[in-house]
């Protein structure tokens, strides 16, 4: 029979040594570096096309058909709230083997939200996808490209990756078709992370130069030897 006071003795023990992993955890998570990348591996050609605030009910669909046609696998990081509304183009994406990840739900600036908000966020607009067959692996583009100290800490604690890019395509700009082509083929390099857009965050936006500029841009990107992965494989972190 164990008295009371030696039971009193073992819970202790047992506190010191929850706290003492509980310490070990919090050190280990937070001295790995920030997992925020903005290109992939720079010695071989190989590159990733992703596509930002979509899905489109009128683009993307023009773009998976451009992407089939190359034999290509992009990466869209969608909105939670166009996915929702587009619920087939997002099974096609998935269906046609795309990488898929995670945009916000409403395009949120992460600077000026809180923890609760971004992780509601970050958890609605993955429910809506996963129901509709995509694969998640965490990555995740942040609206803006706006980031804070705590939203890094959140993502990273939640096991999300950070995609940003080093080729800027410009098509949120509303340049024509050549503009666009002519900025990526100018700054494409090995592994080069490049930004498009089905789409904007009002749903409203016209993408018809990025589907112009895409019709021509593949056939050159595949003349200068480049070959296009998905994000996870380009960065070879699944
Ligand atoms: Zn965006």
């Keep these: 029979m164990v008295s009371y006071s030696a039971r009193r003795y073992l819970v202790l023990v047992g506190l ?22 903005r290109h992939g591996d720079e010695s071989r050609p ?11 009910s009128r683009f993307t669909p023009q773009i998976l058909a451009l992407l089939k046609n190359y034999q290509i696998h992009a990466t869209f990081f969608l909105l939670g709230r166009h996915a929702r509304r587009y619920p087939q183009v997002v099974q096609a994406l998935a269906a046609q083997g795309h990488e898929i990840g995670n945009h916000t739900y409403s395009h949120l ?9 971004l992780a509601r966020e970050m958890d609605q607009t993955e429910a809506v996808l996963g129901q509709l067959g ?5 990555l995740f583009r942040p609206p803006y490209s706006e980031l804070s100290q705590a939203a890094v800490g959140y993502l990273k604690r939640t096991g999300r990756k ?12 509303g340049y024509p078709a050549t503009t ?20 904007n965050e009002y749903d409203n936006a016209n993408r018809q130069p990025t589907v112009d500029a895409l019709r021509l841009l593949l056939p050159q990107m595949q003349k200068k030897g480049f070959r296009c992965l998905t994000v996870s494989e380009l960065l070879k972190i699944y």
């Design 162 to 173: 950070i995609i940003l890019w080093n080729v800027d395509s410009g098509d949120w700009r």
């Design 134 to 138: 995509a694969r998640l692996n965490g």
């Design 109 to 117: 600036r992460l600077a000026k939200v809180n923890q609760a908000t």
């Design 46 to 56: 190989v590159v990733a096309l992703t596509f930002d605030d979509g899905p489109s």
């Design 16 to 37: 010191v040594i929850l706290f003492w992993l509980g310490s070990i955890l919090t050190e280990y998570l937070t001295s790995r570096p920030d997992p925020i990348y």
């Design 180 to 199: 666009i082509v002519a900025r990526v083929l100018n700054n494409l390099k090995n592994g080069a992370i490049v930004v498009l857009h089905d789409n």
